[in-house]
């Protein structure tokens, strides 16, 4: 594919495309206009690395075939030579990277690819400027890149297929999503919704319909973002923004920038940056706002959101991205818990067309609903509450506080949804998954139980909620650990088969409850262990009895007493985990595996269950006898019948139950 990778521009984006291409293998050329700044991009590039080797995510060999892999050069002339892929990285100046294409254009290989990463500048400009603009392409990736999983591949009207196919390729050897935006629309596909939704934030409380504390709780804590959108803007830079608003406003009017976002702009106030911005950074950087969680209810989320699923619904409509892709950008480009047309569905497409509509009586066509939306409302495509909207729903959901419960007969899928604290168990958690296991033990349409983190693939479950433990008296801290003991005895005592999801970690009591499961299925970036051992205490919810039981003693004792973590690989070869999937696979394989366990008999694998549980660790006498009462008590039942009369027949079986 590509042998020699040049990088222009070595600032923040530029030495981290860098780091991440000379990391999988590439030989990378990193070009700016002094050595002083290539050599701090080369520092920043080898600090990263050695965060990495700490970490135990590279060892010290890799870290130094890194390095020698990349090459720095003031030369533009040497960067580009015999090198097919060139990646500019230069500040947002349209006019500034028309001047280093058309330089490109000149002294490139005439097959190379010319790369962009603006995150909103036209594509079909800056290619304008070239002979080639078949072969000029946007490459977005997102800050920092060798940490953010998503790169948006921009295609203009101009650029071939074989060039897309190409970076796409690239795109994939690099560990990375890769989502295509067909069409060279401002601001893309992530920005297009992210600014819809930031300045439709800026322009509430503008109006004086809410404060910015009180969107940031609604956003923080019930929308399940990471960040607040004021909080996201400082953090990101209210000039950045501003800039990319007024990029997408210039162009389309799909975005409309806040008097707000330009008082704030115009003043300096870029945020984190400039210590001041929607927050004040009095102690610097790495400050956090205060946001207090009881102001969440203050406003309603389908007031922030739906000008942000308007323009999602223009993409879709004008074919800029397919909606499965546009649902992993916003996930995987900005950490949001679920795709923007997930929540929508959630909320009712009808809501939110008359959120818009208000509000386009008030303030004006800019919040006409898109066609597509209203489309949906005229065919009662109204979302989950329907079971048709973006999506279909051939299940039932049910949404609790902290958990989330989706029905697809024979299976259930309960999501644990703090994403905000990486699923940290919290004991308003704990009591919604016993609440929901009691349910469903008497649910005879589920068979098969299947718990798994929230979608963005980071953690499992994370254990128990430290701040759980401030403050905490011995008595509290017994109570903690009886009540996790007792969901997870709940999950070990089920009477049907219950699968662990994991994707992402796994650890504390997020372990001890994918433990208490029958099965555990692992993607192969999961992390699993007991930490608690560094924090000076034990694990707590029946880590140290459940653990030694299914993989020993001794190799118990070394994870329990060093507090280490393991890769998916080594948990499946010690026999922790039953199989190891790529993540894009985990839902599919792990689906496959229910159907099959929800096809055999319900009150044989009930039974077998019970008698493996309650036999396991007394006399092997006592367990046979156990043993054969069970199986002699089976063939009372229909399934056992059932069951025979298949197999004589040479059937298929249709076990009920019973």
Sequence with gaps: MFDKITVIGAGTMGHGIAEIAALNGYDVFLCDISNEILQEAVKKIEWSLRKM??????????????????????????????????????????????????????????????????????????????????????????????????????????????????????????????????????????????????????????????????????????????????????????????????????????????????????????????????????????????????????????????????????????????????????????????????????????????????????????????????????????????????????????????????????????????????????????????????ELSTDRDVRVVLIKGSPDGKSFCVGVDISTFVNLKPLDALRVSKRLQEVVNKLETFPKPVVAVIDGYALGGGFELALGCDFRIASNRAELGLPEIRLGLIPGGGGTQRLPKIIGEAKAKELIMLGERLKSEEALRIGLVNYVVQPERLDEEVRKFAQKLAEAPPIAIMTAKNVIRLTRHGFLEEGLAFEASSFASLFMTKDAVEGISAFLNKRKTNFIGE
């Design 53 to 438: 080797v700490e970490k135990g995510k590279l060892d010290g060999a890799g870290l130094t075939l890194t390095l020698n892999r990349l090459k720095t050069t003031t030369s533009l002339a040497e960067a580009v030579k015999d090198s097919k892929l060139i990646i500019e990285a230069i500040p947002e100046n349209l006019e500034l990277k028309k001047e280093i294409f058309s330089k490109l254009d000149k002294i490139a290989h005439p097959e190379s690819i010319l790369g962009t990463n603006t995150s909103s500048l036209p594509i079909s400009e800056i290619a304008a400027v070239t002979s080639r603009p078949d072969k000029v392409i946007g490459i977005h990736f997102f800050n920092p890149p060798v940490l953010m999983p998503l790169v948006e591949i921009v295609s203009s009207d101009r650029t071939s297929r074989q060039t897309v196919e190409s970076v796409l390729a690239f795109v994939k050897t690099l560990g990375k999503h890769a989502i295509l935006c067909k069409k060279d629309v401002p601001g893309f596909v992530v920005n297009r919704v992210l600014e819809a939704l930031i300045q439709e934030a800026a322009w509430i409380v503008y109006r004086g319909e809410a404060s910015i504390l009180e969107i940031d709780s609604a956003t923080k804590y019930k929308a399940k973002l990471p960040m607040g959108l004021f909080e996201l803007s400082d953090y990101v830079g209210i000039d950045v923004l501003y800039s990319a608003g007024k990029a997408i406003q210039d162009r389309d009017k799909g975005v409309i920038v806040s008097p707000l976002f330009e008082e704030y702009y115009k003043n300096g106030w870029y945020g984190k940056k400039s210590g001041k911005g929607f927050y004040n950074y009095a102690e610097g950087l790495w400050e956090k706002p205060k946001i207090p969680s009881e102001l969440a209810d203050k406003v309603r989320l389908e007031e922030i959101f739906a000008p942000a699923v308007n323009a999602a619904a223009w993409l879709l409509r004008n074919d800029v991205v397919d909606k499965e892709e546009l649902d992993k950008a916003v996930v995987l480009g900005l950490n949001f818990p679920e795709g923007i047309l997930q929540m929508a569905d959630k909320w009712g497409i009808d809501v939110l067309v008359q959120v818009l509509k208000t509000k386009q009586s008030k303030y004006g066509e800019y919040y006409a609903p898109n066609p597509l939306l209203e489309e949906m409302v005229a065919s009662n495509r109204l979302g989950v509450k329907t079971r048709r909207g973006f999506y279909e729903y051939a299940c039932d959901c049910k949404i609790l506080e902290e958990i989330r419960i989706i029905l697809e007969p024979p299976l259930a899928w309960i999501v644990l949804n703090r994403p905000e604290k990486l699923n940290a168990l919290s004991l308003k958690m704990l009591d919604e998954l016993s609440s929901v296991l009691e």
